[in-house]
């Protein structure tokens, strides 16, 4: 089980003692942010793992493929074109997990789950594309169990190992039911936007 630092909107002060305790994964949920936080550090920091957790756009693959160890939002048939074709042509290949709307929410990104073994079919066998698991995000209003149960079942029946699933409010539920990576934000760094916990005082009295 690998824990995945969602560092999203969080400022480098909170980062940093992250960093300097060992860990080495960390997801971000927009390219370009990513890419003023880690596009000159990454060569200084051996072993950093870094995974876009956020939907892509096909007009930032480029910069994407560049940048990220993995991509955990691949969430349509348009991304996995683009996705093979900037492999193709820049020889760097992240690994790549598929987003699975397992509420099927009309607001979130990701495939259906009736449409989820035709979507992995076709990006392994049509595009050639090598796909290392899936990754959900359940209703924040639901039971989340039921939701990475069935992320769970998908995987298996397609042969596929990496299950990223589990936040910092159900991280314990996903690990139950098999998560190989938790995604974990303000749990370990404090609420985003929340600057209150960077004053002294506060720091020195939670
Ligand atoms: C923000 C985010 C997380 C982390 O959420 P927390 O509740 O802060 O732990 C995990 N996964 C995705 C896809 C996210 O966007």
């Keep these: 089980m690998t824990l995945t630092a969602v560092c999203k909107q969080q400022p480098w002060v909170r980062i940093q003692p992250v960093l300097d305790a060992g860990q080495r994964v960390f ?13 000159e550090r990454r060569a200084g920091i051996p072993g950093l793992n870094l995974r876009l957790i956020g939907p892509l756009q096909s007009n930032k693959v480029r910069e994407a493929v560049a940048l990220f160890d993995a991509i955990e939002s691949l969430d349509r048939e348009s991304l996995a074109v683009a996705l093979a074709t900037e492999i193709a042509r820049s020889g760097r290949a992240p690994e790549l997990l598929i987003q699975v709307n397992t509420g ?10 009736r449409e989820a073994d ?39 029946r397609n042969g596929l190992t990496e299950l990223s699933m589990g936040m910092s409010d159900d991280f314990e539920t996903a690990v139950r039911h098999g998560a190989t990576r938790v995604r974990v934000g303000s749990a370990l760094f404090g609420g985003r936007g929340d600057r209150t916990g960077l004053h002294p005082t506060n720091e020195a009295s939670t």
Excluded at 27 to 39: C, I, Y
Excluded at 140 to 148: I, K, L, R, S, Y
């Design 27 to 39: 997801g971000e949920n927009r390219v370009q942010e990513a890419q003023a936080r880690w596009a």
């Design 104 to 113: 099927d929410e009309p607001q979130k990104s990701g495939v259906s789950p």
């Design 118 to 156: 035709a979507f992995i079919a076709r990006c392994r066998e049509g595009l050639g594309l090598t796909i290392a698991g899936l990754m959900c995000l359940p209703p924040a209003d639901e039971e989340p169990a039921m939701h990475f149960a069935l992320l769970g079942k998908i995987a298996r």
